[in-house]
């Protein structure tokens, strides 16, 4: 994994700042990886046997922690519930997280890049975890949906800026959410 030092450097060659001028902005994905897999394949053998189609429960859920003053681990959250009604077949529980570094970006444009962009960078890689997690529970690798996280992360900004104005607060200004 990489040091904070690397991942400074990184971002001034990612900013075209290889002279040592680091007021360019920049953002990007230092690393990325699994941090917590959870497979539970309850009723084994027993579930190989039902024929009836699973009802598929697929939950996200996005959270950033400050690893550093420009390093931040973005954490996406994929809950998936497999049940029939003779009971669950499956589910698997994935935070798959990735290091992003940002320098000299607006908050509001920061935020989004955590909470729209990460994520989408993010998604194909936990959405194969999640597959081949299915898989080697002995049942067809699920390939989840792609999710709009940047259409999500608007609709979360509307939401809680028209909860806000119906509680006769002002809004918050653009980016805070």
């Given at each position: 994994?990489?040091?904070?030092?690397?991942?400074?450097?990184?971002?001034?060659?990612?900013?075209?700042?290889?002279?040592?001028?680091?007021?360019?902005?920049?953002a990007g994905i230092i690393t990325q990886y699994v941090k917590d897999l959870s497979v539970e394949n309850p009723n084994a053998p027993d579930?190989?046997?039902?024929?009836?189609q699973p009802k598929m429960d697929v939950q996200f859920n996005i959270g950033a922690e400050?690893?550093?003053?420009?390093?931040?681990e973005v954490t996406l959250k994929m809950n998936i519930n497999a049940t029939t009604e003779k009971g669950t077949i499956?589910?698997?529980?994935?935070?798959?997280?990735?290091?992003?570094?940002?320098?000299n970006v607006p908050e509001d444009q920061a935020h989004a890049f955590m909470f729209?962009?990460?994520?989408?960078?993010?998604?194909?890689?936990?959405?194969?975890?999640?597959?081949?997690?299915?898989?080697?529970?002995?049942?067809?690798p699920l390939m989840v949906d792609p999710v709009d996280f940047?259409?999500?992360?608007?609709?979360?900004?509307?939401?809680k800026r028209a909860q806000e104005e119906a509680a006769g607060g002002t809004p918050p200004p653009s980016g805070d959410a």
């Open positions: 994994m990489a040091e904070e030092g690397d991942v400074l450097t990184d971002l001034n060659n990612a900013a075209g700042a290889g002279n040592g001028a680091d007021n360019q902005p920049a579930s190989f046997q039902w024929q009836d400050p690893v550093s003053t420009e390093v931040t499956y589910i698997v529980e994935l935070d798959y997280c990735g290091l992003v570094g940002i320098r729209a962009e990460a994520p989408r960078i993010l998604f194909p890689f936990a959405r194969r975890v999640v597959a081949d997690a299915v898989r080697d529970a002995g049942f067809p940047n259409g999500l992360y608007i609709q979360q900004l509307q939401a």
